[in-house]
């Protein structure tokens, strides 16, 4: 039973409206968990300024409470409604200026999570009653309510076209560049907001009727589409990716999240079975991020290597990458060969520690006809198929001993015999190679020759550990999520507490690691947004641990010093002390998250902490941020 009215509960995740940060999600459009003006995260409260914002441009009627139900925000337009003024009522218990019979038998807000619709009749500050709908959305850690955000419209502001939003919904929507659809059984729009038939340029009659496909494409919404099918068995799909064609007849990228209707749902549109809230613009696009050559990465270390390959642009020297595993060796190497003078020519590569050393033979230098059981054929080797162009040699630490011999050979003179042949040939290749193995010691070790080791490492490069540059992280981050859900066709983001988790993380697997995180959190996700839950556990852990653990692991000592970029990230800088008291990690985490909320700009996140500029500053100082 609905406390507010003592009628039936409408099922919260069909009936839920909200007004999150990607705009309000109306009945049957699932917002992210926590998602009412929140950046995803469950127990976020709202920003003032963010909600003022939104009520001067939608003219919104809005009150906000802590966990006591005690008034903490209310909005303009709340103050014509019910006469009272903000400043009389806040600080003081919602049921100061929500007067109503109903709201005296319990909360529905604090008790079911979510409401919508609900009718009341309120009692004004002149003693004079107005009825109205009453929507709203708790804010929640784990179990426990930390406060609400409610809704008030008049009920004479209700009687709205076929499937229309309210008026001050409608303009919020349009305003953040969100659209609203409904669509009945045979996936044709029954209902919408008027901010979209003005963004297509299309009259209201126009836009009724017509198939979701031709606004929205055949590969979702087409009747033989799997997606379709899938909507209107009563599946939720969020941050899909899709194109809108607009008025001028070019398609735009959106989002779109999509969810049923149920039946008890009285939005005013005949046959509704599907609701589709659209985002314009595709704002998980990475474009703008810092590259070279296809890499992602800003750090000192990194551009120091940049500035290498810029280097040898003219050589054809041969170059060494070393580096732990997941780094990104190959990469390099391609980025090696895409900016020299051989670009036009292959970039041909191969794994040696993939193929035993009789294989290896023959992948490297190709065989004749009948030179072993098996070869019914003459084949050409990697050498020849890179003639002119780049042959990467991949784990080079792992060729044997008695091939290291021939390849010595290959390089010294740029000639070799095929397995089993006694002809020269001579090619024009330019080799890189790569390895995770110390090879100096395996020199020493006798374990790879000597020769061989300087022949290959006229150009060192060692790429360094992801843990060793931080900068890098929450580039390669965002970059990698957009991706994997281009590839997999979602727009999904990150909650906060899942980004900090991810960056205090120590990542021994590299990126190669960062991005199978990535791509099983995209997987098991089933909302919008990735929280810490949705992370592999053992990156989550740290997170999970509390206070007491220290937030952000050493990546160990080096002598490179600090970047500019630190404070970009929000990360401490390697050389943080790990020894937090739990008092310190509170004030660390508290510190992070006003950073993060303040996007990095320290004015802003003092006036969120209640302290000065310079207060913050030391502070920051003195936790190496």
């Known amino acids: 039973m609905d406390r507010d009215t003592g009628a039936e509960t409408r099922d919260p995740e069909r009936q839920e409206l909200g007004i999150g940060n990607d705009g309000p999600t109306v009945s049957g459009?699932?917002?992210?968990?926590?998602?009412?003006?929140?950046?995803?995260?469950?127990?976020?409260?709202?920003?003032?300024?963010?909600?003022?914002?939104?009520?001067?441009?939608?003219?919104?009627?809005?009150?906000?409470?802590?966990?006591?139900r005690d008034i903490t925000a209310v909005s303009p337009a709340l103050e014509r409604i019910t006469g009272f003024k903000a400043e009389d009522v806040i600080g003081?218990?919602?049921?100061?200026?929500?007067?109503?019979?109903?709201?005296?038998r319990g909360c529905g807000v604090f008790e079911d999570k979510v409401v919508k619709d609900v009718p009341l009749t309120l009692?004004?500050?002149?003693?004079?009653?107005?009825?109205?709908?009453?929507?709203?959305?708790?804010?929640?850690?784990?179990?426990?309510?930390?406060?609400?955000?409610?809704?008030?419209?008049?009920?004479?502001?209700?009687?709205?076209?076929?499937?229309?939003?309210?008026?001050e919904l409608d303009t919020l929507l349009g305003s953040l560049g969100r659209y609203f659809l409904i669509a009945d059984g045979d996936m044709r729009v029954v209902g919408f907001s008027s901010s979209?038939?003005?963004?297509?340029?299309?009259?209201?009659?126009?836009?009724?009727?017509?198939?979701?496909?031709?606004?929205?494409?055949?590969?979702?919404?087409?009747?033989?589409?799997?997606?379709?099918?899938?909507?209107?068995?009563?599946?939720?799909?969020?941050?899909?990716?899709?194109?809108?064609?607009?008025?001028?007849?070019?398609e735009e990228a959106v989002s779109i999240s999509v969810g049923p209707i149920s039946e008890?749902?009285?939005?005013?549109?005949?046959?509704?079975?599907?609701?589709?809230?659209?985002?314009?613009?595709?704002?998980?696009?990475?474009?703008?991020?810092?590259?070279?050559?296809?890499?992602?990465?800003?750090?000192?270390?990194?551009?120091?290597?940049?500035?290498?390959?810029?280097?040898?642009?003219e050589n054809d020297s041969g170059v060494l990458i070393t580096g732990e595993s997941g780094t990104g060796k190959e990469l390099v190497a391609r980025a090696l060969h895409d900016t020299s003078h051989r670009k036009e020519g292959p970039f041909v590569a191969i794994n040696c520690a993939a193929l035993p050393s009789e294989l290896l033979e023959s992948e490297l230098f190709g065989h004749v006809r009948g030179a072993f059981t098996g070869a019914v054929r003459d084949k050409p080797g990697r050498f020849e198929l890179a003639d002119g162009g780049t042959l990467f040699l991949d784990e080079i630490g792992d060729l044997a001993l008695p091939l290291q011999a021939k390849l010595l050979r290959a390089l010294q003179e740029h000639a070799f015999e095929r397995v089993g042949d006694t002809r020269?040939?001579?090619?024009?290749?330019?080799?890189?190679?790569?390895?995770?193995?110390?090879?100096?010691?395996?020199?020493?070790?006798?374990?790879?020759?000597?020769?061989?080791?300087?022949?290959?490492?006229?150009?060192?490069?060692?790429?360094?550990?992801?843990?060793e540059r931080r900068?890098?992280?929450?580039?390669?981050?965002?970059?990698?999520?957009?991706r994997i859900g281009r590839e997999r066709g979602r727009a999904l983001r990150l909650a906060p507490s899942a980004m900090r988790a991810l960056l205090a993380y120590r990542w021994p697997g590299n990126v190669r690691e960062l991005q199978n995180a990535l791509e099983y959190a995209t997987t098991v996700c089933e909302g919008q947004t990735i929280h810490v839950g949705d992370l592999p556990l053992e990156i989550g852990h740290g997170v999970e641990n509390g206070p007491g653990t220290p937030p952000f692991p050493s990546p160990g000592?080096?002598?490179?010093?600090?970047?500019?970029?630190?404070?970009?990230?929000?990360v401490p800088s390697r050389d943080s002390r790990l020894d937090f008291t739990p008092e310190e990690a509170q004030e660390l985490a508290r510190i992070l998250s006003a950073l993060e909320r303040a996007q990095y700009r320290r004015g802003e996140a003092a006036e969120l902490l209640g302290m000065s500029r310079t207060t913050l500053w030391r502070k920051m100082k003195e936790f190496r941020l």
């Not at 900068?471 to 957009?482: G, N, T, V």
């Open 264 to 313: 008890s749902t009285h939005c005013g549109a005949s046959g509704a079975r599907v609701s589709i809230m659209i985002r314009a613009g595709d704002e998980h696009r990475t474009g703008d991020l810092p590259s070279f050559s296809g890499i992602i990465a800003r750090s000192a270390s990194m551009r120091r290597i940049f500035r290498v390959i810029e280097l040898l642009q």
């Open 557 to 570: 000592p080096s002598a490179e010093p600090e970047s500019e970029f630190a404070l970009e990230t929000g």
């Open 424 to 467: 020269t040939r001579t090619v024009d290749v330019r080799v890189v190679s790569a390895t995770a193995v110390d090879l100096a010691r395996a020199v020493s070790q006798r374990e790879f020759r000597e020769d061989l080791y300087y022949r290959l490492r006229v150009v060192p490069i060692e790429i360094p550990p992801l843990r």
């Open 92 to 104: 003081r218990s919602c049921l100061t200026m929500i007067r109503c019979r109903e709201c005296l």
């Open 196 to 250: 979209l038939a003005e963004f297509l340029a299309v009259t209201p009659e126009d836009l009724q009727g017509t198939p979701v496909a031709e606004l929205l494409g055949g590969d979702l919404f087409g009747e033989e589409s799997q997606f379709r099918q899938a909507v209107l068995g009563g599946a939720r799909r969020e941050g899909w990716r899709a194109s809108l064609r607009n008025a001028d007849g070019t």
């Open 29 to 68: 459009a699932r917002p992210d968990a926590g998602s009412m003006l929140a950046p995803g995260e469950p127990g976020w409260v709202p920003d003032p300024k963010e909600l003022e914002a939104l009520a001067e441009v939608a003219d919104l009627a809005y009150f906000q409470v802590d966990e006591n």
């Open 471 to 482: 900068e890098d992280l929450d580039l390669l981050i965002r970059h990698l999520l957009e």
């Open 123 to 167: 009692f004004r500050a002149d003693g004079t009653t107005v009825d109205v709908y009453k929507s709203g959305k708790a804010f929640t850690e784990g179990d426990h309510v930390v406060g609400a955000l409610e809704t008030v419209r008049l009920a004479e502001q209700a009687e709205q076209g076929p499937g229309t939003p309210p008026p």
